[in-house]
């Protein structure tokens, strides 16, 4: 049972067309991947993020004004508070995720990674003295 088949002519063909159409489907998707990979590295512009903060700004001021026929004066206040809080928040979070590896809502309390704390990680795992781990 141990013999090995060989391959008819047809089923190499087929299976080179299989093959280059596959390749053709991997280079394509690698383009498209490359071209998400410049949008992801393209920063939003500082005066879109002034912008945008501005206009929350200007409409949380004048909401209160547009609800006054809507709402009970009781009532106005805690739904300007609620919206404003919503705008703000989901901007706050569009900050974060323009820069992951930037300074948003992350701890700052982190020790920074200097030569001495690498030199001292490194000692440790040289085990034997030898200067490689």
């Known amino acids: ?6 391959m008819s002519r047809g089923d190499r063909e087929a299976s080179l067309e299989v093959w280059g159409r596959l390749e053709d489907c991997i ?10 990979e410049q ?10 993020s002034r ?23 009781w009532l106005i206040p805690l739904m300007v508070t609620g919206i404003s809080w919503v705008l703000f928040a989901t901007e706050e979070i569009g900050h974060v995720i323009e820069e992951p590896f930037g300074q948003g809502l992350e701890d700052s ?3 920074p990674l200097d030569d001495a704390r ?11 003295g030898s200067g490689s781990i």
């Open 109 to 111: 309390d982190q020790v």
């Open 27 to 36: 280079t394509a998707l690698s383009r498209v991947v490359a071209e998400c």
């Open 51 to 73: 912008h945008t903060s501005r206009f929350f700004t200007l409409f949380s001021v004048t909401l209160p004004f547009s609800m006054v026929n809507a709402a009970t004066l």
């Open 118 to 128: 690498v030199r001292e990680v490194f000692d440790f795992f040289d085990m034997d």
């Open 39 to 48: 949008l992801k590295c393209t920063p939003i512009p500082l005066s879109y």
């Open 1 to 6: 049972r141990g013999e090995v088949k060989e």
